[in-house]
């Protein structure tokens, strides 16, 4: 589909290995590529207006995937466990939240003595190696045969520990969504986790992210991961530019390169809650004991997703009756 600028813990004794659910070349607005190829972006932020055009589409095809909330939410015990509510500021954009999965982040400085202004898109980066995924208790963090990283809505538990390991910080949690309304809502998560998923759904089809597609710039280019990042070197090498997201994280699947050092951009930016910062970020998995607890965990994040499927299912039979 095209875009118009304007318009725009009960889960799985099944198998242990289980079944985390499964969502199932360098271009701009094509078709993009078979399910087994991992797909890759490369952001030239020195093209970036802030035009807010990605923004918009973003919000636009993805809004089907927001959360609506029951309301009023249950009480939480503890009581330390708080409410996460955007469903009445849906309309924010400077940030990321719930409803705002990719945002315009703005730097200004001076560098080398000259003045700069860089406008940066953020959302996600689709780590290779993402700690989300592999740490989520519930199985509910997944990445794909393309790279992509998301968050299967139904089984998450809003636990926040995707989160809580992202280096980023990137997810946002919405409460009075979600399976652990059926559980224990007043004991079990707080919600639903929700962050960008690089749309995709319109990858599925051969169709292109709406943020890429929609661009009036074409800042974004996506293909396959070698080709995007070859692409991404030279650039910076022909530019005299400085390449962010090929190490970080141990490795991601999104690429900026910009005119500025990343850490200087960093200094420049304003960071906080649904603000990532733009610093070097070591690869966590290099420590035994977090690696280690990777490789454990799996079978168990198998079984627990395999229960909240079932669970799942046996709650959507009950509510059809």
């Known amino acids: 589909m095209k875009i118009n600028r304007r318009h725009f813990l009960a889960s799985g004794l099944i198998a242990a290995g289980g079944i985390v659910a499964a969502p199932s070349t360098a271009r701009t607005g094509a078709e993009v590529s078979p399910d087994n190829v991992v797909l890759a972006t490369l952001l030239d932020i020195s093209k970036c207006i802030a035009c807010g055009a990605c923004v918009e589409a973003c919000r636009e095809v993805n809004g089907h995937k927001f959360p609506r909330p029951e309301k009023p939410f249950p009480i939480m015990y503890p ?3 708080k409410v996460a509510d955007w469903s009445e500021r849906q309309d924010v954009d400077d940030r990321l939240t719930p409803y ?13 003595g000259r003045s700069f202004e860089l406008h ?4 996600c980066l689709h780590c290779q190696n993402p ?18 990283v998301g968050i299967n809505d139904e089984i998450c538990l809003g636990g926040a520990k995707c989160k809580d390991v992202c280096p980023w910080h990137i997810p946002e949690r ?3 969504v979600g399976l652990y309304l059926k559980l224990a809502p007043s004991f ?3 919600g639903v986790m929700y962050k960008c998923d690089r749309c995709r759904d319109r990858v599925a089809q051969g169709e292109t992210p709406a943020c890429i597609e929609v661009c009036p710039e074409g800042v974004q280019s996506i293909g396959p991961r070698d080709e995007i990042l070859a ?5 910076a090498a022909r530019t005299g530019g400085f390449l962010y997201g090929d190490t970080q994280n141990g490795g991601t699947n999104t690429f900026y390169v910009s005119p500025v050092p990343f850490d200087v951009l960093n200094a420049a930016v304003e960071q906080g809650p649904g603000k990532p910062h733009l610093a070097s970020v070591g690869n966590p998995f290099v420590k ?4 280690a607890r990777a490789v454990y965990a799996a079978p168990l994040i198998g079984v627990v997703a395999g229960v909240l499927h079932l669970v799942r299912g046996a709650t959507s039979e009950d509510n059809n009756e």
């Open 79 to 81: 009581a330390k466990v």
């Open 100 to 112: 705002n999965w990719l945002y315009i982040q703005t730097a200004e400085g001076e560098y080398n």
């Open 120 to 123: 940066i898109p953020r959302r």
């Open 131 to 148: 700690p989300c995924a592999n740490l989520c208790p519930w199985g509910a963090a997944y990445k794909d045969s393309r790279g992509i």
């Open 174 to 176: 919405q409460t009075g």
């Open 188 to 190: 079990a998560g707080n």
């Open 231 to 235: 692409q991404a070197r030279e650039l």
């Open 288 to 291: 035994e004991e977090l690696l």
